[in-house]
């Protein structure tokens, strides 16, 4: 028999049982796993699951939120209850053999008359009168991209403006002297409507009531090789409505070089409104940064080969694309893999597991994972044109070109034509081309030609050039 119970004051699952004592106890979502404090003996054991984990070697932070599965000695646990528990970082729920962990939220403000409560006493808000930005990322699913290069800035050359960050859950890390707010909780409508400014890299979704004042910088998070926006193949009359609603709610949109701005501004409709090209903030590290750190806390020696794995995502499916085994890639070419999924792929998704396989998707910054990588291995994602800035050879894994270029978002340049290194189909060609000690010379000349037009301005300083575009508009006060 065995017996399930939450220890508030230490933010821990413990369950008891009675017979021989196990081994081993585990709770392993699809993000996080935590293994059990076992103790006891004879006749009764507790298992003590603690709520937080420390990942990526950073601190202990809350577990992600999702469902959870209990094992004891490998075999899983059923028949628990423990009813709805609300702590400080966290909500935790036992049900037969499911743990489910949800944002600290009161129940009270999930529900449908909760979240309409708040939601009319934000647009009914005067606003914007706190010296104060809002940041969010990829919908809050982390804190990163250009909005935390900015933040790292703005924390420097203006320590009096406070620094909200919108969060699905407690498990995102915030930068240091952050504030994090948790999506749809009573602070998190309090912080939008009162900051005088909101710094985001997406689309602000929940319904947006701009305060008198108030400026709204869009980011967004990469220059485009697929079609974007009003672009995307197919007419769609509610997307282009939608397209058009949200780009008239940002003040000014930042571009990495003057191809996206181009793209930028026709996708999204953006007339009549500036469009700052200053690089992109979140490039700055791969020219300032350092990789000893990185590799430190993810376990990576100094002197290992690192290959990336960033493919984008697909309209057609909700996972990450499966194009190659990481763990044979590993053995294959004696490097460490790190797997990336793309942001939308981060809650439908499940970590990659196996030797020297380290599942990078839930790392909050994608920028330092590119300052440790000796190689890219991408398709159609944004992020070679970023990678591009360290120099470094990329691979570009395209089994699926056709169907992606002709049928699901089509492209705004011929890839094959243009890209800094070699297209390949499987990983028997990936691996060949990585071993490839010629490959890196071939594409020297498609190299420099990129740099030359999408990094020019990616030189260590984008944010310091944009905050100071910020301060010297009066947004904020320094």
């Not at 423990?82 to 999930?110: C, K, M, S």
């Amino acid at each position: 028999m065995t017996t399930a119970r939450i220890d508030e004051q230490t933010q821990s699952l413990i369950i008891a049982g009675t017979g021989q004592r196990p081994a081993s106890a585990a709770l392993e979502g699809p993000r996080a796993r935590v293994a059990a404090k076992v103790t006891g003996g004879g006749k009764t054991w507790k298992a003590t699951f603690p709520l937080r984990a420390a990942r990526w070697g950073g601190a202990e932070l809350p577990l992600p939120s999702g469902e959870y599965g209990l094992t004891v000695d490998g075999t899983e646990v059923s028949d628990l209850d423990v009813e709805p528990t609300l702590l400080p970082t966290l909500r935790v729920e036992v049900r037969g053999d499911a743990v489910t962990i949800a944002p600290a939220i009161a129940p009270i403000y999930e529900t449908t008359e909760g979240q309409r409560t708040l939601e009319e006493r934000y647009a009914s808000q005067i606003g914007a009168g706190e010296n104060a930005v809002f940041f969010e990322s990829f919908y809050g699913q982390t804190a990163g991209c250009n909005p935390r290069a900015i933040d790292r800035v703005l924390a420097e050359r203006a320590p009096s403006v406070t620094r909200y960050w919108s969060v699905t859950d407690l498990s995102v890390e915030v930068p240091d002297g952050a504030v994090a707010v948790v999506e749809g909780g009573p602070e998190w409508w309090r912080a939008r409507a009162e900051s005088r400014m909101l710094i985001v890299n997406d689309w602000l979704r929940k319904r947006f009531v701009r305060k008198p004042g108030q400026r709204v910088l869009q980011t967004w998070h990469g220059t485009p090789l697929k079609r974007l926006a009003l672009h995307r193949p197919g007419f769609d009359p509610r997307r282009m409505a939608a397209v058009v609603k949200e780009s008239r709610r940002w003040d000014v949109l930042l571009a990495q070089n003057a191809y996206a701005s181009r793209i930028l501004k026709k996708a999204y409709a953006f007339f009549g409104k500036p469009i700052w090209v200053e690089g992109y903030p979140r490039n700055d590290m791969l020219v300032t940064g350092g990789p000893a750190p990185i590799r430190e806390a993810l376990g990576i020696d100094a002197d290992e080969r690192v290959l990336l794995y960033a493919p984008t995502w697909r309209d057609d499916r909700a996972e990450m694309v499966d194009f190659i085994d990481p763990q044979q890639l590993a053995a294959d070419t004696n490097s460490v893999v790190l797997v990336r999924g793309h942001s939308r792929t981060l809650k439908p998704g499940r970590d990659h597991a196996g030797a020297r396989v380290i599942d990078v998707t839930g790392y909050p910054e994608t920028s330092r994972l590119l300052l440790i990588a000796d190689a890219l291995i991408t398709d159609y994602s944004s992020v070679m044109f970023d990678f591009s800035v360290t120099g470094r050879p990329m691979f570009f894994l395209v089994p699926d070109m056709e169907h992606y270029r002709g049928e699901l978002r089509g492209f705004y340049f011929d890839l094959a034509e243009r890209a800094p290194g070699p297209l390949v189909h499987s990983q028997a060609e990936l691996v060949q081309a990585l071993e490839d000690r010629e490959v890196p010379v071939a594409y020297q000349e498609r190299y420099a030609a990129w740099k030359a037009q999408f990094n020019r301005l990616d030189d260590g300083a984008a944010a310091d050039r944009v905050v100071s575009r910020i301060l010297d508009q009066g947004w904020l006060t320094a």
